[in-house]
């Protein structure tokens, strides 16, 4: 150590970042170094766009390019045309699949309030 102080200081588990004198302190506190500039820079994410699934980048830009009006009215086609098949496919007995589904219960819970095996032993035992 190079003093008595600082012997003294560390036997006693004193922390060197706790110490106003010490470097440790002014490290952790940001004191000297007026040199170096300012603060960092942080860089803005620059926008970046991909093609996704079943479209393009091509097919992408030019439905943003569209005007809004064009844009919902082959949103509103497209939705009437898949109503349409939905409405085509329902009648066809979806409402015994789901019954069936419900009436299945739970497949491969435990009930509840059932011991399992082996359970608490440890805490059971007398000592």
């Known amino acids: 150590f190079i ?7 560390f036997h ?8 106003r004198w010490t470097q440790a302190w002014r490290r952790m506190n940001k004191k000297g170094k007026v040199e170096e ?3 960092k820079k942080t860089r803005k994410a620059a926008k970046f766009q991909k093609a996704i ?10 439905k943003k390019a569209q005007k809004p ?3 919902k009215a082959s949103e509103a086609a497209a939705k009437e045309a898949k109503a349409k ?19 299945g219960g739970p497949a491969g819970k435990q009930a509840k309030g059932g ?9 059971n035992k007398k000592m």
């Open 3 to 9: 003093n008595a102080k600082v012997d003294s200081l």
């Open 12 to 19: 006693q588990r004193i922390k060197p970042v706790k110490l």
């Open 37 to 39: 500039g300012g603060k």
């Open 53 to 62: 699934v079943g479209m393009s980048l091509d097919d992408l830009k030019k």
């Open 69 to 71: 009006e064009l844009r």
């Open 85 to 103: 098949l939905a409405s085509q496919k329902k009648p066809a007995g979806s409402k015994p699949a789901l019954a069936k589904a419900k009436a």
């Open 115 to 123: 011991k399992q095996p082996g359970g608490g032993a440890k805490f």
